[in-house]
T-cell receptor
């Protein structure tokens, strides 16, 4: 079946450094991916998305890269701040409300 | 614009009981989906409703059910609760079917089954 997974369950970085969170997916037909951030006590919140007709998309301090050849995507956070500490999920949206989520990577930013 | 609202925030139930959770989507969003989040299984899709009809269903037993009202508000029900049903139940809203789009999540209902 379809699956979306992350390479590392935890990541610890120093404040000001760049963070890279990776994700692999199994379904080569997948064409829409989303990164979410979940802070303690809250539901996941949208960060950035990318469709399969793109390789890269940039937002404010965040960049998502998509490599369809190896079915891999990554989330890059520039100049990581303490407020970036959270659990990050990649997800594949199949149709409207149905998404398949990866397991999540817990990012800890050390001051 | 108000976000997705879920009530109650916390629930404690005992095995065998049933529970009803409520979700109000973002105004104008007509699709409501439900997810179960546990430390071991992560975020698992339960079901999705649009126009009061279930459109998609995940791989959960029939004890898990839901419905949607004409104002797009949704409820999910879990009957004959088991210890393993302890989880954070998240509701998400989106504009509608046939579109691949981001989801807007509520803060969830934390259900503890004792």
């Amino acid at each position: 079946g379809e699956s979306v997974g992350l390479h590392l369950p935890t990541l610890s970085v120093q404040e000001g450094d760049n963070s890279i969170i990776n994700c692999a997916y199994s379904n080569s037909a997948s064409d829409y991916f989303i990164w979410y951030k979940q802070e303690s006590g809250k539901g996941p919140q949208f960060i950035i998305d990318i469709r399969s007709n793109m390789d890269k998309r940039q937002g404010q301090r965040v960049t998502v890269l998509l490599n369809k050849t190896v079915k891999h995507l990554s989330l890059q956070i520039a100049a990581t701040q303490p407020g970036d500490s959270a659990v990050y999920f990649c997800a594949e949206n199949q149709n409207a409300g149905k998404s398949t989520f990866g397991d999540g990577t817990t990012l800890t930013v050390k001051p | 614009k108000a976000g997705v609202t879920q009530t109650p925030r916390y629930l404690i139930k005992t095995r065998g009981q049933q529970v009803t959770l409520s979700c109000s989507p973002i105004s104008g969003h007509r699709s409501v989906s439900w997810y179960q989040q546990t430390p071991g299984q992560g975020l698992q899709f339960l079901f999705e409703y649009f126009s009061e009809t279930q459109r998609n269903k995940g791989n959960f037993p029939g004890r898990f059910s839901g419905r949607q009202f004409s104002n797009s508000r949704s409820e999910m029900n879990v009957s004959t609760l088991e210890l393993g049903d302890s989880a954070l139940y998240l509701c998400a809203s989106s504009t509608g079917p046939g579109v691949k789009e981001k989801l807007f999540f509520g803060s969830g209902t934390q259900l503890s089954v004792l």
